[in-house]
């Protein structure tokens, strides 16, 4: 634990820096053009109407798509600038709002007291109608500091830093530390925020400059405090590096940065730390992009956004080469490498010599009470049955060619994220689930997975894939190589067991597999 607590320590700076400078840049922008459009459509109807219903269909998409669906809009970018311009306008609405209804809510007496007294329009609106208003406009402003606050912890899936790092991984490795200090810190951030604007609001309201400033100085120390290690290195030198017999191949990748790439559940994180280690390991400079989807992570890739991440042959094919039958394994990834190298420039370095892949898994118990052996024998009872899944089984192509090849249409899909599916299938709450081949809970929790006879399960070889500019780095494909072919199915289903059930941390599992391949990739 007190291990566990240290590395959950030593995140805090870098995440909590990024979760404020994207919260407050994009509430910043957010209120730059919310407020004078807001003041603009106040005295039009028809306009407020108008933009308040555009703006409400924003704020209806959920955050977590409209994170991903900035991806794309971008033309593949993942990082800040999607989840800058989602939450930009997620904060857009309650401003707004509360503009319109503010301005348009000053008694009109006042309205006509001001003009009584000769004041213009635009001195009306600043010295009588802004004044009143205030309060609700500021209401707004802090309703969008807790929604984006908030929303933020989600920009984790499409690779900008956050502390939604924490809570997402910490689901996926059941590290309930990280959950929690992904939520306290959030909570908090929040709550102080909003503390700060509702000062300003009194400050204003009752002309207190002092009090103004005063908040003005608390929120220029949060700012500096939380951001500054965006600008400060305060990461050890040369961590994990290697002994003497290392520096001549470190000096190679010494003025290199290199972005690693990884999905969102425990062996990507295991083998996004074993990256990490070997390319700082040979001098390289190295920064995590955990957490992306996969489509995601394959985009990030194909346009240069990450360098370096660690896919399944079954996903290439299937979901990125569009391809509907799976072909044997040698095969298959002959003609993924080619047509990867060929169509977009990546090169697929060589399979780390373990295959994850899907595998629909029962309880050991429930299995041989009902006399399932193989998938085939589901159809009979697929009305009473129900399989779970993660979030994205359901919609892949492996799982309609299984149900439509083994007659299982009429079997319920639950989908759950996958911390908790294995669980879910031990304890009886579904009745089988779509587990993953290398995850050491099938055997510790006795679970027994369902033969394929028909085949329809293509083979998920781990691979390492380059981007175009990683593949051109000679002494970058140097130190990944001495990882191809070391990692066999046993010492991949040990390190996450390490992480899924003794609690270890991703990077002590790679650690523990790093030993195993030992320093020049030669399996020990």
């Not at 992009?289 to 360098?307: H, M, P, T, V, Y």
């Not at 249409?409 to 587990?435: E, H």
């Not at 990692?487 to 650690?511: H, Y």
Request: aromatic share 6%; charged share 15%; net charge negative.
């Amino acid at each position: 634990m007190n291990a566990n607590l240290a590395e959950r320590w030593a995140e805090l700076p870098d995440l909590l820096a990024g979760h404020v400078l994207l919260s407050l840049s994009a509430i910043l922008v957010g209120l730059t053009l919310s407020l004078p459009l807001g003041i603009y459509a106040a005295s039009r109807p028809r306009l407020a109407g108008l933009v308040l219903n555009l703006a409400s269909i924003v704020q209806t998409i959920p955050g977590l798509a409209l994170l991903a669906l900035m991806v794309p809009l971008l033309g593949g970018t993942i990082g800040y600038a999607p989840a800058f311009l989602a939450l930009m306008l997620y904060s857009i609405l309650p401003i707004l709002r509360n503009t319109i209804v503010g301005l348009q809510g000053v008694d009109p007496v006042v309205r006509d007291a001001a003009r009584g007294i000769g004041m213009t329009a635009r001195e009306q609106l600043w010295r009588v109608e802004l004044p009143l208003a205030l309060p609700v406009i500021v209401a707004g402003l802090r309703t969008a500091v807790v929604w984006v606050v908030g929303a933020a912890t989600l920009a984790t899936p499409v690779g900008a830093s956050s502390l939604g790092n924490y809570i997402f991984a910490g689901l996926q490795t059941r590290n309930w530390l990280s959950v929690l200090f992904g939520c306290l810190f959030a909570a908090g951030l929040a709550i102080i925020l909003d503390q700060m604007i509702r000062l300003l609001e009194v400050a204003a309201r009752e002309r207190r400059s002092r009090l103004a400033g005063l908040v003005g100085l608390a929120l220029a120390v949060l700012l500096t405090v939380t951001i500054a290690p965006r600008f400060v290195d305060f990461g050890p030198a040369g961590r994990n590096a290697r002994e003497a017999g290392e520096v001549a191949r470190m000096a190679r990748l010494s003025d290199t940065t290199i972005r690693v790439g990884a999905k969102a559940f425990t062996e990507q994180y295991i083998l996004g730390a074993l990256l990490e280690d070997r390319l700082a390991g040979a001098g390289g400079r190295v920064e995590r992009r955990d957490n992306l989807g996969s489509s995601i992570a394959f985009d990030a890739l194909r346009s240069g956004e990450i360098d370096v991440y660690v896919d399944y042959s079954g996903t290439i094919w299937a979901t990125v080469m569009n391809r509907p039958e799976p072909v044997n394994r040698h095969a298959m990834l002959a003609e993924m490498t080619g047509w990867l190298w060929a169509e977009h420039g990546i090169l697929a370095l060589g399979s780390l010599g373990f295959e994850n892949a899907y595998g629909f898994a029962m309880a050991r118990e429930s299995a041989e009470a009902l006399g399932v052996a193989s998938l085939a024998d589901l159809a009979p009872l697929a009305a009473e049955l129900t399989v779970g899944g993660d979030a994205e089984v359901f919609s892949r192509p492996e799982w309609v060619m299984t149900r439509d090849s083994y007659g299982l249409s009429a079997m319920q899909t639950r989908a759950m994220d996958a911390t908790f599916m294995y669980g879910a299938v031990r304890d009886g709450q579904v009745d089988l689930i779509s587990a993953y081949t290398t995850d050491g809970r099938i055997a510790a929790f006795d679970l027994v997975v369902l033969d394929d006879p028909l085949a329809v399960l293509p083979p998920y070889d781990a691979v390492v894939l380059l981007s175009p500019g990683a593949a051109a780095n000679p002494a970058l494909v140097d130190v990944l190589a001495s990882l191809i072919g070391t990692i066999d199915d046993d010492a991949m289903r040990e390190a996450n067991r390490r992480v899924d059930l003794d609690r270890q941390t991703p990077a002590q599992a790679a650690a523990w597999l790093a030993g195993r391949i030992g320093p020049e990739g030669a399996a020990q």
